[in-house]
Nanobody
């Protein structure tokens, strides 16, 4: 049974930086895609950044140039680097993995608050 656990959220001032982590246990070998989503009250969950099945990356237009998705396979960990944070980035950020059988795995989320 796979568990995804996010960490690294918190309060940061506009213009600041933060890095989120997502640890998977046990290791997921058959991955179709994996990435980060976020959600705020009154809005649908949106894709922030994702590794596609061929290993390429995609980003939401709102975060291009500011966020970077990365991974460390040896640590079973995925990261989301966030720079030049804006108040509109405030959300609960969720880690997501889809395996090649189209099984979805979600973390419980970590809150990022960007405020002065």
């Amino acid at each position: 049974q796979v568990q995804l656990v996010e960490s690294g959220g918190g309060l940061v001032q506009p213009g600041g930086s933060l890095r989120l982590s997502c640890a998977a246990s046990p290791m997921i070998f058959s991955i179709h895609s994996m990435g980060w989503y976020r959600q705020t009250p009154g809005k649908e969950r949106e894709l922030v950044a994702v590794f596609t099945s061929d290993g390429s990356t995609k980003y939401a237009d709102s975060v291009k140039g500011r966020f970077t998705i990365s991974r460390d396979n040896a640590k079973n960990t995925m990261y989301l680097g966030m720079n030049s944070l804006k108040p509109e980035d405030t959300a609960v950020y969720y880690c997501h993995v889809m395996d090649r059988n189209y099984m979805n795995y979600w973390g419980k989320g970590t809150l990022v608050t960007v405020s002065s």
